[in-house]
């Protein structure tokens, strides 16, 4: 059994994960494919890699969501970044690794990492 301030701790941590991927006043959101073909994939670790990203660097207007199936199995782990008045951008095959690229190139200097999208013909 953990003691009192383990939990509080465990607590803590869980409600600031929750916190960042609220929908209140953003100006990004990260979504995340989270169905079977998705989990499967490995977008689990790649959602926990964007919501420590974006805790490290501190940024509050950026939220963290999932969904089900987007549709393409064989393209995942899938992520869909959508920024206030862009078209959405659509990354696959992502990893852990390739998270914090997309946050500072695409999230923070607002140049989507083109080899990682959908389109990319490279």
């Given at each position: 059994?953990?003691?009192?301030?383990?939990?509080?701790?465990?607590?803590?941590?869980?409600?600031?994960?929750?916190?960042?991927?609220?929908?209140?006043?953003?100006?990004?959101?990260?979504?995340?494919g989270?169905?079977?073909?998705?989990?499967?994939?490995?977008?689990?670790?790649?959602?926990?890699?964007?919501?420590?990203?974006?805790?490290?660097?501190?940024l509050?207007?950026?939220?963290?969501?999932?969904?089900?199936?987007?549709?393409?199995?064989?393209?995942?782990?899938?992520?869909?970044?959508?920024?206030?008045?862009?078209?959405?951008?659509?990354?696959?095959?992502?990893?852990?690794?390739?998270?914090?690229?997309?946050?500072?190139?695409?999230?923070?200097?607002?140049?989507?990492?083109?080899?990682y999208?959908?389109?990319?013909?490279?």
């Amino acid at each position: 059994m953990k003691s009192l301030a383990e939990l509080q701790a465990i607590r803590n941590k869980m409600i600031e994960q929750v916190n960042m991927r609220k929908d209140d006043n953003i100006d990004t959101r990260v979504v995340v494919g989270m169905a079977t073909c998705g989990i499967a994939a490995g977008a689990r670790p790649v959602m926990l890699e964007f919501v420590d990203e974006l805790k490290r660097r501190g940024l509050e207007n950026v939220t963290v969501a999932q969904t089900g199936c987007i549709g393409m199995c064989r393209l995942e782990p899938m992520v869909e970044v959508y920024v206030k008045g862009q078209e959405k951008v659509t990354y696959v095959h992502m990893t852990p690794e390739k998270v914090a690229r997309v946050v500072n190139d695409h999230i923070v200097n607002g140049r989507p990492v083109e080899e990682y999208t959908i389109g990319y013909q490279g």
